[in-house]
């Protein structure tokens, strides 16, 4: 079977405006497996989600959705910022999911799920995090040099958006998702081709939205303003007792290994797994090593994502 012909049906829900989503149901027949919900990065949507999404349902029931501003859900009114994002995932996990779910986040998506998880605990079981967006430390590589170029623009009241602008309108949506993919993968020659067509294609309906720079900058420029705020991030991350697995990459040129080496460090609860030759999104990159990660953490969890083990911190 093609890849694009496995993707689930679209489906919208209204959260003060449509939240698009898609839904993996679960492949189990033995007993009810556990809620995942997947949520993407930045710039990202639930396509994000392709390759992992039929091999999740294995486990249980996949929902990934399109945050406001990304993928096939429009701001429409709505803020794209972390803070209205996260409120967003909650009614989401609510609504949508029926909570506690897994949460399975990948770079400001990890970001929110590790805010859903310290301010909602009983709405989320456990956490699968790729890559999480963890804010920058004095110690250790710091991103790429075009990386931290480009964020810098991204800062700039006005300056950001034509910059944006000009990036998205020079390039087209083929040149956009190629050189997208040279930044947060080691290898974008070795993915499937259908996953550059379905990437290219959501491009191209994106590229129609005059909201979708504007919703974009909003939301990079939360993320960034999170990412200097060290001790507050360290503040959540001890509010989250829920169990936590991080994958990340090794050549992640975005959020570089130590930050996640540091974020597990002294927590019983949170496990990493490092991936060799691997970028910033190794559930596209590597879906079967990352299955391969997930899975026995999932086996050695049991039973055991129930919202009664886990400590209200509010």
Request: proline content about 8%; aromatic content about 6%; glycine content about 8%.
């Amino acid at each position: 079977m093609h890849l694009l012909d496995a993707l689930p049906e679209i489906q919208t829900a209204d959260m003060d405006g449509p939240v698009a989503y898609v839904e993996w149901p679960s492949e189990r027949t033995d007993a009810p497996g556990p809620t995942f919900v997947c949520v993407h990065g930045l710039g990202g949507s639930h396509l994000n989600w392709m390759q992992v999404g039929p091999m999740l349902a294995e486990h249980g029931r996949v929902l990934a959705l399109d945050l406001a501003g990304f993928g096939l859900t429009p701001r429409a009114g709505r803020s794209s910022a972390l803070s209205a994002n996260r409120a967003l995932l909650s009614r989401f996990v609510h609504q949508v999911a029926e909570p506690p779910v897994l949460l399975v986040g990948n770079s400001m998506g990890g970001s929110l799920s590790i805010l859903q998880a310290a301010y909602e605990p009983r709405s989320v079981s456990g956490l699968i995090l790729t890559s999480p967006a963890l804010p920058w430390s004095a110690r250790g590589r710091p991103p790429a040099a075009v990386v931290m170029a480009t964020f810098a623009i991204y800062q700039m009241p006005r300056v950001g958006e034509a910059f944006v602008r000009a990036r998205n309108s020079r390039l087209g949506p083929e040149r956009l998702v190629e050189e997208g993919f040279k930044v947060v993968m080691a290898d974008p020659a070795s993915l499937p081709v259908e996953i550059a067509e379905a990437h290219v294609e959501m491009a191209r309906l994106r590229a129609e939205d005059p909201d979708s720079a504007p919703a974009y900058l909003q939301a990079a420029r939360s993320l960034l303003s999170l990412a200097g705020r060290r001790p507050f991030v360290g503040e959540v991350l001890g509010r989250v007792h829920q169990p936590v697995i991080v994958i990340h990459g090794r050549k992640d040129r975005l959020v570089r290994i130590h930050l996640a080496r540091a974020a597990v460090k002294d927590r019983e609860n949170w496990e990493l797994h490092e991936l060799d030759g691997v970028g910033h999104a190794a559930q596209l990159e590597a879906p079967d090593r990352w299955m391969a990660a997930v899975e026995p953490w999932l086996e050695r969890q049991g039973r055991s994502f129930v919202p009664s083990t886990i400590p209200d911190s509010r």
